[in-house]
DNA sequence: TACTGTTTAAGGTATG
DNA sequence: CATACCTTAAACAGTA
């Protein structure tokens, strides 16, 4: 098994399950998504060993994307042409790799889907169902596109509310050793930023965080990751080599990002999204308010651009009420 | 047609 | 040793 951080082993398998790979692609992007093919490029240009039996490893990557739920799939827009769709973390998958590390996966990510009662008795899905989840447009937030029914949408949000479809043993670990029961919500998790009160409509809703909060407008791109990665610096390691050149070597992920990143005896979530299922919040209160300047809202398809500095004090209140409405009225 | 996505199956490895 | 996780292969369907 080669060591990481050895600079011989440049074209050796690196120590990381496919899942990890694409977390890490995923993670790196400024919209917390790709499509599939931006994934295999992304591991291509950083793992030497990818760049042959394409076809092998390809097929085992896409086998991994469908059959995990820390995976989830992403519609493209209209104004997004292209072949396939985009994929991005499922937001409860945050403490999916053990210590933080990507070595190794602590737990599997399931997700347990209520069976919505829908009338006429549709059949049961198959053994794990895609992720598929919808999108909606801004301007038109009675619509959402992608496969399903929007009733599917709204009785899953109904029963996320009602804490069902949620793993029991997905327990949350707190950064300063809080117990595992404690509930402790990192201020800066999305569902903390954005505010617990649509958070299980959106998760419920199947649209992933980072989506959703693009489509309502809020800065996901580069605020968000600039917030995490002031309290999670192995994001901003994983930031950081957008600007890095690539080397013949693992680089950054050829170290164990727990050593690379975490002090000793802490840890942390492996991704910037650490949204678990819990029922003890903190107070929204002790929250930093994620300022939005209306203007912004429902950017389209704004890359990473805007800066927290550049933000005006405001209130997400229209795109949290344009998501409500989607759910509701659809 | 190539790519994307889903699903099943089997075998290997790590962990408790 | 049982279980969970991971990898690989392959068949098949849908789509740009």
Known sequence: MPRPGKSSYSDQKPPYSYISLTAMAIQHSAEKMLPLSDIYKFIMERFPYYREHTQRWQNSLRHNLSFNDCFIKIPRRPDQP????????????????ENGSFLRRRKRFK????EPPLPGGVPKGPAHPPHVVHYFHPQHPGKMQGLGTSEAAVAAAAAAAAGVGRLPQFQPYGLNGSSPSSGFKHPFAIENIIGRDYKGVIQASGLPLASVMH?????VSSQLSNMVSSVWPH?????????????????????PMKALCHPPGQTMPAVPVPIKPTLALPPVSAIPALTVNPSQICPSTSPASSSLLEQT????????SAL???LVHS
């Open 235 to 255: 994001v901003g390691v994983m930031d950081s080599m957008a600007s890095m050149p690539v080397s013949h070597e693992y680089g950054p992920f050829g170290v």
């Open 215 to 219: 489509h309502l407008g809020y800065p």
């Open 82 to 97: 292209g072949k396939g769709s985009f994929w991005a973390l499922h937001p409860d998958c945050g403490d999916m790799f």
């Open 111 to 114: 997700v347990l889907r209520p």
């Open 324 to 326: 409500h409405s989607v």
């Open 313 to 320: 004090p405001s209130t997400p209140s229209e795109g949290k």
